[in-house]
């Protein structure tokens, strides 16, 4: 039986440091063989630097996934990393790759990172996409992160992949969705996993700054909120012999102090 922990988007230098102390905990409490993060939004302001991807790995993450902030603050070399993805579905030419297996002895996990095309960039099709992707891989143990706005559009990916991948997991809202389920007996699927990071907050900004930019529709410069964080997860069981997904549950921890 193979067991991951997958952390929502965690969000700049309070979601790290929060990460960096608390996964370690939850790895031992949960068992978990494998840690994969979001971590697009771990740098300070936002996107992903060597820092907070040094950061995540030596917390225990064994894999980060990205999103539509992968490439903000101008990393590319980052992406040479095998264990950093970025989407999918980004145009050809683009550094790094959007899919990665990951060998832990007795058991393997192959991880597809995908990106949302609805009120999104407008990428490749993610369903012609994944469909590619999966003729390529042998293995039935399969995880994919789905960074996607729209709800209907994950939903659709979670039953198109459904008995196709171990798992489908959303990211990108920074909001824990109460769905959590099992399609077709196979596939574990949550619309989206949430955010590690400030609680009070919108979506890791300072409330100010979050409230202005709706309020007044002008331009605002996001600053991180500070006080105290969440952190939201999942954690899944795969038998690793069938890939099925036996058991998913929704980790929301509240009220994380900061340790320094």
């Known amino acids: 039986m193979l067991k991951l922990l997958f952390f929502g988007d965690v969000v700049g230098e309070a979601g790290t440091e929060v990460f960096a102390r608390k996964a370690p905990v939850l790895r031992r409490e949960y068992g978990a063989d494998l840690i994969i993060v979001n971590g697009e939004n771990s740098a ?7 820092e907070s991807a040094d950061a995540l790995f030596s917390a225990g993450a064994d894999l980060i ?25 980004y145009p050809e030419g683009v550094p790094g790759t959007g899919i990665c297996t990951v060998d832990c002895g007795r058991f ?6 995908l990106m949302g095309t609805a009120f999104m960039e407008p990428l490749d099709n993610p369903f012609s996409v994944i469909d590619r992707l999966l003729e390529t891989v042998s293995m039935r143990n399969i995880l994919v992160d789905f960074h996607a706005e729209a709800t209907a ?37 949550l619309t989206d996993a949430g955010m590690t990071g400030p609680s009070e907050s919108v979506l890791g900004v300072r409330i100010e700054d979050a409230v202005t930019k709706q309020r007044f529709h002008t331009p605002v410069h996001f600053t991180e909120a500070t006080g105290s964080c969440i952190i939201n997860a999942a954690v899944l069981e795969i038998d690793s012999i069938s890939g099925k997904c036996t058991k998913i549950d929704r980790v929301f921890i509240k009220d994380i102090t900061k340790s320094r």
Not at 44 to 50: A, F, P
Not at 68 to 80: A, E, K, M
Not at 108 to 113: A, D, E, H, R
Not at 155 to 163: E, F, I, P, S
């Open 153 to 189: 559009e994950k939903r659709a990916m979670g039953w198109y992949l459904a008995g196709r991948v171990s798992a489908v997991i959303g990211t990108h809202t920074h909001v824990q969705t109460a769905d959590e389920e099992i399609l077709r007996g196979h596939t574990g699927y």
């Open 108 to 113: 393997s996990l192959t991880v597809i990172n």
């Open 65 to 89: 996934t990205t999103g539509n902030h992968c490439f903000r603050r101008r990393c590319d070399s980052l992406f040479s990393d095998p264990r950093i993805l970025r989407p999918a579905n």
């Open 44 to 50: 300070r302001g936002n996107g992903i630097t060597r």
